[in-house]
């Protein structure tokens, strides 16, 4: 069992960042690869990045290449994510979750545990 628990949404300008953090519970943090989501109003949920257990390997949606980057601390079982150049369409509630899968996994059925999520506000 893993409980999560996100942190540092808030509202930002346009062009500007954000890092979100992610405290795992319980000593098997380092057995989960870890991934961050997020949803708009009136969306699906949509993958954003994904981390490997030891943080080796890293995936993300085209819509945040570049822009985006997830890291891991699995002496701290935190996961971040780095938000940089923020647009407006980045707006929505960021969840992390927790995964088995070793590595790869976008879609959110993959994913085993959720936290409750944070908001992110990007205003134009």
């Known amino acids: 069992q893993v409980q999560l628990v996100e942190s540092g949404g808030g509202l930002v300008q346009a062009g500007g960042s954000l890092r979100l953090s992610c405290a795992a519970s319980g000593r098997t943090f380092k057995t989960y690869a870890m991934g961050w989501f997020r949803q708009a109003p009136g969306k699906e949920r949509e993958f954003v990045a994904g981390?490997?257990?030891?943080?080796?390997?890293?995936n993300y949606a085209d819509s945040v290449k570049d822009r985006f980057t997830i890291s891991r601390d699995n002496a701290k079982n935190t996961v971040y994510l780095q938000m940089n150049s923020l647009k407006p369409e980045d707006t929505g509630v960021y969840y992390c979750?927790?995964?088995?899968?070793?590595?790869?996994?976008?879609?959110?059925?993959?994913?085993?545990?959720w936290g409750q999520g944070t908001q992110v506000t990007v205003s134009s």
């Open positions: 981390i490997s257990r030891i943080g080796v390997r890293a």
């Open positions: 979750a927790a995964t088995s899968v070793v590595y790869g996994a976008s879609r959110a059925v993959e994913y085993d545990y």
